[in-house]
């Protein structure tokens, strides 16, 4: 029986300490917080490092003041131990924690379109500035796009309080059926990861490819938790496309694939999302399976394309951590700068004020080049690179032009 | 579609299956002798795969002739055997030997939590990503025609997969510990009043079955290519899925086990969907268990009273 | 307060006695009471602490569900997430504005309830003649394909992309100036007093339950089928009844998680993982222990959900680690200490943290 009291003490002791655990403190006028919400912990962990440090970088380099304010960043995870990947709850629970705190002015986040989708509804109740550096699903901002009442149902204020730097993927799934067309390509197999991102892009893909007149002779969806995929590549081989598209990440299984497509002996060429341009990918796929015949869209130009401002972000980073950084890097630094400007031009710690501020950013001059926020939160960023790879790292192919809706090679 | 089509779908699910047969082994026997459900088994594999990684790259096997290759990758299986089985051992001595005579759940949430602390080694050593482990073995076709491919990387699951269960079945047949083995399966009580030392013959199913384990995770890192701290969960899923269905503590059960499941999964991808796979393994498990409720080679266990 | 216990010794102690008893027989109503002013005086359960601590009640309800299976009668079952799923997208596809139904919160929730309790009789009736592990196993492949389907029938269950927004409880209801709809949505609070009603609810039925016939039946069934089937009892039915009624509370504990996130968030949330944890929880805490599967999912998942990022936060603050390595954040060790918890618990408290009071006294016979 004392075993037993002893134990109820331990329940009241475990329940008083969860409760005291968030404890909070009076607001400081001049105190404004920047939190990310990112997947800190699990196999995104390499991708979110760097635009972590993206962030990091602008705020340290406005020494952690704008105006009247001194900057308090933190990095909130949300993924959990036990998924090993982003939660709904996790992601619930930063938006709440970030909402409650008054303190708290700008959202920088998320990474899976998927996890936007759980904070946005909360946080536009409060009117928090939400910067995406890496959400590419088209559901998130544009009317009539997305599943039916997207993005309405993520705006129950009916105020707009979400802004992405990235291309949305209306622009990436469709450009990249038009470049495989481009090329010659007459029949293709789609594969996805059966996740927000990445099937929404691969349906884009899809019906592009039936607009324009290549034939799809399969789309499947992987389950990004098998190990290898060598019965889905027998299959493939079987139907000899001309061109193997996955919409997909590295992190859902993008390396493996390709791994398992060359062991199969299909000599098609691959091509695969912004999902899968960072370093990772290669590394895991192993740079043979890739060599030559690997292709990659990515919303922007690449780290090494960039100039002005983005060029020198890359130099500093490149000082700063002795790596060159991962092509994501350089919009978490992106997204901080608009949060960090928005909060400046305000001037106040408003929510709704430094919202309407940032909404209002046009002729932006970041490190991404120059654009502007259209009437959906949406960057009017319309550039769309193809890197291939070669000899083990990504290399630049060509700007594809969404306005002209054609494509024309750049003379390096 | 074609008989070809057929046969290579069928040879990819065979060699899937041998490989989850050898992991699903050490699950099996540690249930067999111990009743106990060793969660942590998939994540000890994941630990040897990352040992087999560190080994080949430092003994530089990437680039080395076939005969180093082939002598590397005996004394990869060898070492990455042994490592798994002292782990295996040591865990056994540590968290689970005092809870022999606990309520039988209690051992079952211990392997969940080792198998966590290994998941955090294992994020240690290799880190977050996925990481890529070098193709020893090139992926060139060994048969002379299009339709139908066969890799030495396939040769070797074979190679490796078949002497050890041959050389398993013998020893527990045949020698003075499998027989001791096969009495504290039984009863422990009964064997220990024989003079059989319970302990050390625990012991020495729970090295058997991770040496086994370590073996697999070389081939694993070898047929798969890639490894990460997370591959022990799906690893440990399906062979420990393949294990129950072939009849949990028999061994010839959990080599039929992880053949189907291997088959199934293949044969699934192949002609509904690779989408479907997930679901149809397991919704074929339901039903075979359904009629055939000790599995396919269980023994039929008569009510204890 | 010193002085006068010196004086009155006699009194003194026995009012400290009559505060113990009082807190041994009654501890449910005394958390119960803490429980309830706890938002009053705690202004964090305004905030960001309110959801994490409401999603703690939720799966405590979830675990009370498994703990009917698992610890009183003696079933392993490892798919309990799928049920959970089950009672989150049948409340999702009564409520969401893209199918007709829309009906209101307490509806969709007894509907929701009653289809997961079908569902388990349904899973529950071919397979019950399977014995101990082979049970679990069908109930981890069941969760499996629970899992798979509800991601790829997109367009019943939306897929990855899950079903929402699922309506807070109220949504158009005025009361007394208040729109509760609105009111759900902005302040956790009112969700966190809903959850803790609800689970209230369930602590008070599973001990009515316990001390049943069919709550005796169960563990008969747990203890000894055969001696138990002698005495006249259908093991069969006994052991569908608990697989119906696990079913049904983790239905429930479902329909308020998807109500709380106003999303049915997407089928990974209701995967293997999950039922892992929740198997953790009920053991660690103590088998057919109420207050020990309280206990366990408070430890667990407030380990995860709260501590957890409350460490880190705490760790960035202080600025211990400015290269941010992962060796000197608390979540590059979660894992592990999560696993040496549940290791150094079992070995240290084998029957669980709070064992059951049947349970002990039944260890207590056994001594003497």
């Given amino acids: 029986m004392n075993v037993r009291n002893k134990s109820i003490g331990w329940l009241a002791a ?61 990095d909130l995870d949300d993924s959990t131990a036990a998924a090993g990947q982003w939660t709904s709850e996790a992601e619930a629970a930063n938006a709440r924690r970030a909402l409650q705190d008054p303190d708290v002015c700008a959202y920088i986040g998320t990474f899976n379109s998927g996890a936007a989708k759980v904070s946005m509804p909360i946080l536009n109740l409060g009117d928090l500035l939400m910067v995406s550096p890496a959400n590419t699903a088209v559901g998130l901002t544009k009317p009539g796009l997305g599943a039916p009442g997207e993005p309405g149902v993520y705006r129950p204020t009916g105020r707009i309080n979400y802004t992405r ?141 960039l100039t002005g401002k983005g060029s020198e972000f890359v130099e500093r980073y490149h000082k700063k951590f002795g790596e060159i950084p991962e092509a994501y890097a350089v919009y978490g630094y992106e997204a901080a700068c608009v949060a960090l400007r928005a909060i400046g031009d305000a001037g106040t710690k408003d929510r709704r004020t430094i919202t309407d501020a940032a909404l209002a950013i046009r002729d932006f001059d970041g490190a991404l080049g120059r654009w502007s926020f259209d009437q959906n939160g949406d960057t009017t960023m319309r550039t769309l690179t193809v890197s291939a790879v070669k000899n083990g790292h990504f290399v630049f192919e060509e700007v594809l032009d969404a306005n002209a809706q054609s494509s024309e090679g750049i003379a390096e | 579609m074609s008989v070809q089509f057929f046969l290579q779908q069928c040879l990819i699910g065979l ?36 040992l087999a990684l560190s080994l080949v790259t430092a003994l530089g096997l990437a680039t080395a002739g076939p005969t180093a290759t082939w002598l590397g990758i005996s004394l990869l299986i060898v070492l990455c055997g042994l490592f798994c089985g002292t782990l295996n051992v040591a865990v056994d001595r540590l968290v689970y030997k005092p809870l022999r005579s606990a309520p039988k759940l209690a051992p079952l949430v211990s392997a969940i939590g080792v198998s966590f602390i290994f998941m955090n080694m294992g994020l240690f050593w290799i880190g977050s990503a996925d990481r890529a482990f070098p193709e020893l073995l090139p992926s060139t076709n060994l048969l002379p025609m299009e339709g139908l491919q066969i890799t030495w990387k396939d040769l070797l699951v074979v190679i490796v997969v078949v002497p050890l269960m041959v050389g398993l079945t013998l020893l527990v047949q045949m020698t003075r510990l499998g027989k001791a083995m096969r009495a504290v399966s039984q009863d422990q009580t009964a064997a220990s009043l024989v003079g059989v030392d319970v302990d050390r013959v625990i012991a020495a199913t729970f090295f058997i079955g991770g040496f086994l384990g370590g073996a697999a995770s070389v081939i694993y890192g070898l047929y798969i290519n890639t490894i990460g701290f997370q591959i022990g969960f799906q690893n440990g899923l399906y062979a420990f899925t393949a294990a129950v269905l072939g009849g949990i503590g028999s061994i010839p059960g959990a080599v039929l086990g992880g053949l189907v499941i291997g088959l199934v999964r293949s044969l699934s991808s192949a002609y509904v969907g690779e989408r479907w796979t997930g679901a149809i393994v397991f919704a074929i498990l339901i039903v075979i268990l359904v009629f055939r409720p000790e599995g396919l080679l269980g023994r039929r266990t008569k009510e204890k009273v | 307060m010193h002085s006068s216990a010196s004086s009155t010794p006699p009194a003194s102690a026995s009012r400290r006695l009559q505060l113990a008893s009082l807190l041994r027989e009654r501890w449910d109503l005394v958390a119960l009471g803490l429980l309830a002013i706890a938002p009053l005086v705690i202004p964090a359960l305004g905030g960001a602490l309110g959801g994490q601590v409401t999603t703690l009640f939720i799966y405590c309800i979830l675990a009370l569900g498994l703990n009917v299976m698992v610890g009183y009668t003696g079933l392993v079952h490892l798919g309990i997430a799928a049920f959970f799923g089950i009672g989150a997208y049948s409340m999702a596809i009564l409520t969401v504005p893209m199918y007709p139904f829309q009906m209101g919160f307490a509806a969709a929730a007894v509907i929701s309830t009653l289809l997961a309790a079908g569902v388990g009789l349904a899973l529950g009736a071919p397979t019950l ?51 509760l709809g609105m009111a759900f949505a902005i302040d956790p609070r009112y969700f966190y007093y809903l959850s803790l009603i609800v689970l209230a609810g369930v602590v008070v039925a599973m001990r009515r339950l316990e ?53 049915t968030a997407d089928p990974n949330a209701y995967d293997f993982n999950r039922s892992i944890m929740m198997l953790c929880a009920v053991i660690l805490g103590g088998l057919g222990s109420i207050p020990g599967t309280l206990l366990g999912v408070a430890i667990l998942v407030g380990f995860d959900t709260v501590l957890a990022p409350w460490a880190d936060s705490w760790i960035q603050q202080m600025n211990i680690n400015p290269t941010g390595s992962s060796l000197l954040s608390f979540s590059g060790w979660r894992l592990a200490l999560f696993g040496l918890a549940l290791v150094l618990v079992m070995r240290f408290r084998p029957a669980g943290l709070v064992p059951s009071r049947r349970l002990a006294a039944e260890l207590h016979e056994g001594q003497t």
């Fill in chain 1, 14 to 74: 475990v329940l008083a300490f969860e409760l005291l655990a968030a404890g909070c403190r009076p607001a400081d006028p001049t105190l404004v917080k920047i939190v990310s919400s990112l997947p800190r912990t699990g196999s995104a962990k390499q991708q979110s490092d760097t635009l972590v440090r993206g962030i990091r970088m602008a705020i340290e380099e406005v020494g952690e003041k704008v105006g009247p304010f001194r900057i308090e960043y933190i």
């Fill in chain 1, 165 to 305: 730097v990235v291309p949305a993927d209306d622009l990436q799934g469709p450009l990249s059926a038009d470049w495989a067309k481009k090329r010659g390509v007459k029949t293709v197999s789609i594969l996805d990861d059966n996740e927000v991102y990445g099937k929404g892009l691969a349906d884009l893909f899809d019906e592009r490819c039936h607009e324009i007149g290549i034939e799809v002779l399969g789309h499947d969806s992987i389950d990004s938790k098998a190990q290898e995929f060598k019965s889905l590549m027998a299959t493939i081989k079987a139907l000899a496309p001309d061109l193997v598209y996955f919409g997909g990440t590295t992190q859902s299984k993008g390396g493996q694939l390709a791994k398992d497509m060359a062991s199969a002996g299909i000599t098609a060429i691959l091509m695969v999302p912004d999902g899968c341009r960072e370093q990772v990918f290669i590394d895991s796929a192993g740079a043979a399976s890739l060599e030559g015949r690997c292709f990659v869209t990515f919303g922007g130009l690449p780290p090494e394309k």
């Fill in chain 2, 15 to 50: 060699t899937n299956g041998a490989l989850i047969a050898l992991v699903a082994l050490g699950y099996t026997m540690v249930y067999g002798i111990i009743g106990l459900i060793n969660f942590a088994h998939g994540d000890l594999i994941m630990l040897g795969a990352c």
């Fill in chain 3, 129 to 179: 003649r399977l014995r101990g592990d082979y049970l679990a196993i069908v109930t981890l492949g069941f969760g499996e394909v629970v899992k798979v389907t509800l991601r790829n029938l997109e367009q019943i269950t939306g897929g990855m992309k899950g079903l929402n927004p699922v309506p807070p409880p109220g949504a158009g209801v005025t009361l007394g100036g208040v729109d």
């Fill in chain 3, 211 to 263: 001390n049943s016939r069919l709550g005796r039946a169960w563990v008969a069934v747990r203890e000894d089928e055969l001696a138990a089937s002698a005495m006249g009892i259908s093991a069969t039915r006994v052991k569908l009844s608990a697989f119906a009624m696990s079913s049904a509370v983790a239905g429930l504990a479902g329909c308020l998680y998807a109500a709380s996130l106003s999303t």
